[in-house]
């Protein structure tokens, strides 16, 4: 079975440009979490969605980030501007909401410079 | 609110011995638990869980967790390390009323030692 696939794994962009992070969760999941992680603030839920609708965005840090999930196998996480800051591994999970495990994709590394 | 607390940030140890990485956690309502694995560059794989019934979670690569709702704590063992379970290891917490959202806390990164 396919896990959560995230896209890019490794991404390299200038201060000031826009980032686009995907994801597309496992199939039949309905619940679906982007968490940052730094060695600072270690892993951090920026937002979680379920059945396609935003929930909790709390998490974002600032209206420079945004999130959506326009059907049930895709979403973005975007940054623009993007700021150094920003650099961190971003990571994006699924689950089946009336289940209790959430399973994570392999991250998408972002370096801001 | 919830929260974790992984009482140490490096846990060095020899090849073959035991080991225990510890985890708290702070809830006013039932909890589940869970302990994932980040091997280096990798994304997290989840070890265990409990979430109800026997307080002894066995999970994979022979790592086993004891939830002890009096202490309030969820400590991952070991009886064996091998070189292969380098890695950070994140304890978390969600219960019935987080809608999913996992508290994780700060890691402990095991160096296993030759």
């Known amino acids: 079975d396919a896990g959560v696939i995230q896209s890019p794994r490794h991404e390299v962009t200038e201060m000031g440009q826009e980032v686009t992070l995907r994801c597309k969760p496992i199939?039949?999941?309905?619940?679906l979490f982007w968490y940052r992680q730094t060695m600072m603030r270690g892993l951090e839920l920026l937002i979680y969605?379920?059945?396609?609708?935003?929930?909790?965005d709390s998490g974002m840090p600032e209206d420079r980030f945004s999130a959506k999930m326009p059907n049930a196998s895709f979403s973005t996480l975007k940054i623009q501007p993007s700021e150094p800051r920003d650099s961190a591994v971003y990571f994006c999970?699924?689950?089946?909401?009336?289940?209790?495990?959430?399973?994570f994709g392999e991250g998408s590394w972002l370096t801001v410079v | 609110a919830q929260s974790v607390t992984q009482l140490d940030s490096q846990v060095p140890v020899f090849e073959e011995a035991p080991v225990e990485l510890r985890c708290n956690y702070s809830s006013s309502v039932s909890v589940y638990l869970f302990w994932y694995v980040q091997y280096p560059n990798q994304g997290l794989q989840l070890l265990l869980k409990?979430?109800?019934?026997?307080?002894l979670v066995k999970g994979i690569n022979g790592f086993e967790a004891e939830f002890n709702k009096s202490q309030t704590s969820f400590h991952l063992r070991k009886p064996s390390v091998h070189i292969s379970d380098t890695a950070e290891y994140f304890c978390a917490v969600t219960s019935y009323n987080q809608g999913g959202k996992l508290i994780f806390g700060q890691g402990t990164e095991l160096s296993v030692k030759p």
């Open positions: 199939s039949g999941h309905n619940s």
């Open positions: 969605f379920n059945n396609n609708v935003p929930i909790d």
């Open positions: 999970a699924s689950s089946y909401r009336g289940g209790n495990t959430i399973y």
């Open positions: 409990y979430l109800s019934g026997s307080t």
